[in-house]
Structure formats: C-alpha cells, structure tokens
C-alpha cells in the first residue's frame, strides 16, 4: 500500500461522503437529473425530426430542380431509341425523325450534366452512359453490329435514369412518402416498358417481321408493363389520380394499344427468319403518341403530389420539433416548479422539526428537568407530543416525541431518587444534629460545673469548637440534599457582628483578622445563611494556608451591595484549578459530582448558599500569592444601621485575643513565645470591650445595642444567655490578667454570643438543659499546647491537600 492511499474498506468513504450530502443538494439531484435525461432526449428527438426535416427539403428541392431535366432526358433517350430502331429498319423519313429526336436528347442531356454536379448524390453512371452516347449514335449510323445491341444501350442509359428517380425520390427513412412514391417509380418503370414495346414494332420497319430476341423483348415488356399496372400502380394510387388513371386506361388510344398487343400475341406467324407481326401494328404509332402524353401528365402529376406531400411533411416535422420543444419545455418547467415546491416544503417541514427539536433540547428540556430537580411538576402540553403522522418527517418527530418522554422519565425518576435520597440523608442529618445538640447542652453543663478548672475548661472548649464544627458539616449536608438553613434571627446585624459570628464558626479563629464596618446591617432573614457561607470560606481558607499566617476577612461598600473579601496565605493555584473551583461555585452539581469531591464540599454548600442569596462568588489569586474569595451580596440585603455613630475607620484586629498566662509546664515553655507576641492584642481587645448596657426599660429594637458578648476562660465567646456568674475562687489570678487588661486599653467590642441551635434547620433542633454564665479566664499553658497542635495539624491539613491535587 503506498503511503498516500487510504486505509480501510474500499468505498467506505465514498459511502460516508454520500450519507453526508446535504438534504437539499440531494433533493435538487433528483430535479437536475430526470431533466437532463428529458432534456438530452427531447434534443436528441428533436435533432433527429429536423435533420429527417432537412433531408425531405432536400430531397424536395433537388426534384424540383433536377426531377424535370432527369425525366426529359429519359423521355427523349426513349424517343431517340425509338427512332434509332426505325431508321436501323429502313423506316421512311426516318432520319429527319432521328436528327430531330438526337437534338433533344442534346439538349436534355446538357441541361442534366449542368444540373447533375453534385458529388454526394447519385449521378454518376448517368453522366459517364452519356458519354457513350456519341460511339453508339455512330455505331447505328453505320450499322456495325446488331441493332440489339445498340438499343440496349439506350435500355441502359434508361433504367440508370429511373434508377437514379428511384434513389432520390423513395424517401426511404419515411415510410409514408416511401408508400406514396412507390407509383410514380412503378409508373415511370411501366412508361420505359410500353416505350420498349414501341422500339421493338419500329424495329420491324415495312417488312413487319421481328427477329426471335425482338419478339422475346416485346412480349416481356409487355408482360412486365401490365404486371406494373395492376399490382404496383393501380392500388397505390390516390383517389384524384386513380379517377385520371382510368380515363387514360379507357380513352380510345389505350385501347388501341391493348388491341395491338394482342394481335402480337396471338395473330403473329412465325417464319425462317424471325416472327410476323400482324397488320393491326399499322396504328400502334398514333395510338401511343396520344396516350403517352396522357401518361406522361399522370407521371408528373403524381410526382408534383409527392414532392408536395413531402413538402408537407417536412413542414409537419419542424412543427412536431416546435411542439416537442415546447411541450418538453414546459414539462421541464412543471418539473422544476414540482420540485422546488416539493423540495421547499419537504426542507420548510424539516426546518421546523429542527427548530422545535433545537428548541426543546436547549429551551424545554433543560427547564423541565430543572423543575423535576426542584421537585416541582412538568405541564404535559410542555413536551412535543406524538401527532401520528404518517408520513416520513411525522414519523422523525414522533420518534423525537418518545426520545423526549423517554428521556424526561428518565429525569423524573432520577428526581424522584434524589428527592428520596435528600429525604434520607435529611433524616440522618436530623439524628446527626439531635446528637450534636445534646452533646453541646453537655459540654455547657459540663462548663458550668467545671468552670473553675482552667485545664478541663480549655479541653471542654476544645470539645465544644470541634462540636460547633460538627453541626456546621451535618447543616452542610442539609443544605447540599436540597434542604435550607432557617434564620432565628429577627433583628437586623451589623456586618461586624456578622463577621465575628461567622468567625466563630470556624475552628483555627484566632488567626482571622477583621475589617469591620459598623454602619452597614444585614436583613434578618439571611444573617444565618451569610454566616454560614463565610464560615466555609473561612475554614477553607484557615485549612490551607501555613500555620503561622494570618487569615484576612475585610467588607465594603461598592455599587452593587457589599464585599466581603476573604484573603489568605495559602499555597499558589493554577488559573485551570481556579476556573474549576468557580464552576463549583456557580451550579449545583449531580450527586456524582458530589460522590467524586466528597472530601471537599465546601465550595458546593457555598455556592448553593450564594445561589439562594443571589450573592455571587469568585476565587482568584490573591497579591500575596494566596487565595483571596470575594463574594458580593446584594444591596436588598442590606440595611443602615440605627441608632449608630459615625462608623470609625475599619480596624485590623484578631477575632480573640492570644492567652497571656504565665506557663508553668513545658508547653508552655514552648509557646511562651507565641503568649508574649499576643499580648498588645489581647490588651487592645479587652480594652475595646463595651461597657454593659443599661438594663432598666426596654430599648425599641430599631435603636438596641448589640448585647455584650461573655467569654470563657480560654478566650472563646459564651454560647449562654444569663447573666454572667462570679468566676470560682480556683482562678483569681486568671481574672486578675483580664480585670488589669482590660483597665490598660480602651474598651472594644467583643466577640459575639453563639446561641446554641440558631443555626440549625428545625429537623436538628432539640431541646438542651439551661445554660449558666462562667466567668472569662485567660488561656492556660495546656491551651497554648493544643493551639500549637493545631499548627500543625493544618500544615500537615495543607500538605496532604497539595499531595492529593499534584496526584
């Protein structure tokens, strides 16, 4: 196989590159090709009329002009013939006659030789007989050799001359003039035999006796001549000229002539030298002079009506080659405009069933198993139905009717199992968070009764933060089975407060740094569901970026609402990972999806929550060469706050300040660096507490303060209601750190209160025992231990992360 031939099965392709001919191109071949084949044939036909047309006229035109001089020229071969055998016989005045009669034949033989110069048609044995008519003229001048065989020459000469008429006149390619010129053949055949008969009695001369070969000829001649009348002549002759024929055959002369033949055949005698002839051919002279004039007319006449039939017939032709032409034009043009309205319909109707197919699997469908997605009903006058049609273009759209219900049952049953499947995984949530909470009402009793240990409280807030974190998954997984995260809340929230609060979900807090704003409030309805969003971001954020960086949370105002940007430290991303987090962000995904991402679900509980907000998402890289999100939520969530002075300008501060106690173990050893780089914080954080709001009367809700916010010993904010108890006697010295903190600086507002349940959706909530106030204490060494293991727990978070996206 060489290397430029094609591999594969001979013809496959130009299979392929047939089945890929367009619709319209096929439609307009099977116009184009029945109208060139019509076409083709009508000029083939038509070719051919006016080429039999053209040959009539030409035969037609050449009898005109050469029929008249040919048929002279054998009248006056026979005359000459004639008196050639008289003058041979001793006939007196006979010479006069022949001088006559050779003058004639001159005459008629030169305006044939002018006449007869066409190469193509069949002169040329007339003209090269004629030139021998000189030798034989003197041969019967001086009577060498028998006078047979100079009358044969003439004989000769003669049949040439109907040989040629016959050629030219039969029209042998149509059979109607062929039929028609058969009796002006025959007839001119009968005249040469009744003019041999008449050369053989002049043969006889006076003595009136014939040689045995002159006998033999006359009696042939006039058997040959009456066979000619009655079989060829007669029944072939039109009506006009069979009237004429008859008066000819019925005139005196004829009959004189018929009684003369039959003297000769029956009263002749014969002798030692030849046959007598009888007496009677005494008048056989003046006889045939009258009815050969008579004959000669019926010869022309039935000459001049076959040129004029073949005239006619020519004519007929070139109007048969007109209609045809005109009739195969006009049914090629009611082909063309069959076609074209045929192929306009056929490619209208497909046109349409394209449109409503491209329709309905781009408009239709989507929008249907979009609404079987929600859950919600399809209307059946939606979908194409099946019309019965039966012919080829229904039976496709009938076909893409039941592809379309088949496809959209397949949808509904798949709608049907996730419905299910959110169902399930709704109740388990629902167990899940009933275990959560009771778990949470425990470890706050368990802070309430063991308060005064520094050590378990700070185990017992560990407990809790990793409890708060437990409840935010299982709400993930109410969110990502369809269900939504109701609101308690029913006073709007400053969006400081609502950083803090979404701060507070997330575990690894003390490494996120504010930017608040004060004179900006959030809608009720979605504090809850904001928090949570940011909260992801927030993990997310904590997660994967080095231990010992700071995690940025900044809001502002822009034209379309507010900004939160969240901007961290973490590992570099490539534009394609970055393109694909986003689409995460911006549909909800097939639980496959969710199946093949199950360790990181937290963008789709984002962008499920942003697509309820109507908030948009966004993760790029940041300048610090991290991962900054910005998120962007509509200003018909947003409020003035009121009641509020000037906001102050924003303030970059950690959410809880680092603990400051004095370690006296050997973890505190190691973090005492970590404690006394903390400190200014700390001190600013406690000296911006707000003093306690006044609690006589009540306060309209448009104008109430944000409720300070207790905290426990380890720094984290109380989730507790009640007035806060007198801290236990076990840790004065914890108190002491604070009370002196928080006289060193300023007062500064204060984490807010976590309430336990308020983000929960109704199936996670469950009643918990009533929650007492403890007292804040600093952080213990044991506290700054496991702070640092949560360094490194998040390093080895973000390497294990790295690994699993390099893979």
């Not at 090629?332 to 069959?338: E, H, N, P, Y």
């Not at 299982?474 to 609502?498: K, S, W, Y």
């Not at 507070?504 to 003390?510: S, T, Y």
């Amino acid at each position: 196989m060489s290397p430029t031939e094609p591999e594969g099965v001979p013809g496959r392709s130009t299979t392929r590159r047939w089945r890929n001919v367009r619709l319209r191109t096929l439609l307009i071949w099977l116009a184009v090709v029945p109208t060139v084949a019509m076409g083709t044939q009508v000029t083939v036909s038509a070719d051919r009329l006016l080429e039999q047309s053209a040959q009539l006229r030409s035969d037609v035109e050449a009898a005109e002009r050469i029929g008249a001089p040919l048929y002279t020229l054998m009248v006056d071969m026979q005359a000459e013939r004639t008196a050639t055998a008289a003058q041979w016989a001793g006939t007196e005045g006979a010479e006069g006659e022949l001088r006559v009669r050779r003058a004639a034949t001159d005459s008629a033989a030169a305006e044939f030789g002018g006449l007869a110069d066409d190469p193509s048609r069949s002169f040329t044995e007339v003209t090269r007989q004629l030139e021998k008519l000189a030798a034989y003229r003197q041969r019967a001048d001086t009577r060498s050799g028998a006078a047979d065989s100079t009358l044969a020459y003439y004989s000769d000469v003669i049949g040439k001359v109907i040989q040629v008429y016959q050629q030219e006149f039969s029209h042998a390619e149509d059979a109607e003039l062929a039929q028609a010129s058969r009796p002006v053949v025959s007839m001119l055949q009968a005249t040469e035999m009744v003019a041999r008969e008449d050369t053989v009695l002049a043969l006889a001369g006076p003595s009136g006796e014939l040689s045995f070969v002159g006998y033999d000829q006359f009696v042939s001649s006039l058997g040959a001549q009456r066979y000619l009348h009655e079989a060829l002549i007669v029944p072939h002759l039109a009506a006009g000229d069979e009237r004429f024929y008859e008066r000819v055959v019925g005139s005196a002369d004829w009959q004189t002539k018929t009684r003369i033949e039959n003297a000769v055949l029956s009263g002749h005698k014969d002798t030692v030298s030849g046959i007598r002839v009888p007496a009677e051919v005494g008048g056989w002279k003046s006889a045939h002079a009258n009815f050969s004039v008579q004959m000669t007319t019926l010869n022309i006449d039935l000459a001049r009506s076959v040129l004029a039939r073949g005239e006619a017939k020519a004519a007929q032709l070139q109007t048969e080659v007109a209609w045809l032409i005109a009739g195969s034009g006009g049914g090629l043009l009611a082909v063309v405009i069959v076609v074209v309205f045929t192929t306009r319909s056929v490619l209208r109707r497909l046109r349409e069933l394209h449109e409503r197919t491209v329709t309905v699997a781009e408009e239709t469908l989507p929008d249907v198993v979009a609404r079987l997605q929600r859950g919600q009903t399809v209307d059946p006058e939606a979908l194409p139905a099946v019309s019965g049609d039966r012919d080829e273009v229904g039976r496709i759209s009938d076909a893409f009717a039941r592809a379309v219900a088949v496809s959209v049952d397949g949808h509904r049953r798949l709608a049907a199992e996730r419905h299910g499947f959110g169902l399930f995984a709704s109740g388990i949530a629902s167990r899940t968070g009933n275990l959560v909470s009771r778990q949470l009402s425990l470890t706050e009793d368990l802070q309430d009764t063991f308060g005064h240990d520094e050590a378990l409280l700070a185990q017992l807030m560990r407990s809790d933060q990793l409890t708060v974190g437990m409840r935010r998954q299982i709400e993930n997984l109410l969110i990502l089975a369809g269900g939504e995260v109701p609101d308690p809340h029913t006073e709007p929230m400053r969006v400081a407060d609502l950083l803090r609060e979404a701060a507070a979900e997330v575990e690894d807090f003390r490494r996120i740094e504010r930017q608040a704003l004060d004179e900006t409030s959030v809608e009720p309805s979605a504090i809850s569901q904001i928090s949570h969003l940011l909260a992801e971001l927030l993990d997310n954020a904590t997660r994967f970026s080095p231990p010992r960086s700071k995690v940025v949370i900044r809001a502002e105002l822009v034209a379309d609402g507010l900004t939160v940007e969240i901007e961290d430290r973490g590992p570099r991303v490539s534009p394609e990972r970055y393109e694909e987090m986003n689409g995460r962000l911006h549909q909800a995904p097939p639980y496959s999806v969710l199946a093949q991402n199950a360790h990181r679900l937290g963008l789709f509980v984002v962008g499920h929550l942003a697509d309820q907000l109507g908030a948009t998402v966004t993760l790029r890289r940041s300048v610090y060469g991290g991962t900054c999100a910005v998120v962007v939520l509509p200003a018909e969530l947003l409020l003035p706050t009121r009641g509020e002075t000037p906001p102050e300008p924003a303030r970059h501060e950690p959410l809880v300040p680092a603990p400051a106690a004095e370690p006296d173990t050997a973890a505190a050893d190691t973090a005492s660096a970590d404690s006394a780089a903390d400190a200014p914080a700390e001190a600013d954080s406690a000296a911006d507490a707000p003093a306690p709001s006044d609690p006589g009367g009540p306060v309209p809700a448009g104008d109430r303060e944000p409720e300070p916010v207790a905290h426990t010993s380890a720094g984290l904010p109380s989730r507790r209601t009640k007035t806060p108890r007198p801290a236990p006697a076990a840790a004065p010295a914890a108190v002491a750190v604070v009370r002196q903190a928080a006289t060193a600086a300023p007062a500064r507002p204060a984490l807010p209160e976590r309430v336990p349940q308020t983000h929960l959706a109704d199936q996670l909530r469950a009643p918990h025992a009533p929650e007492t106030k403890v007292p804040q204490d600093t952080a213990t060494p044991e506290e700054v231990a496991d702070a640092w293991a949560d360094y490194e727990q998040g390093t080895q978070t973000v390497e294990e992360e790295l690994r699993r996206d390099q893979a």
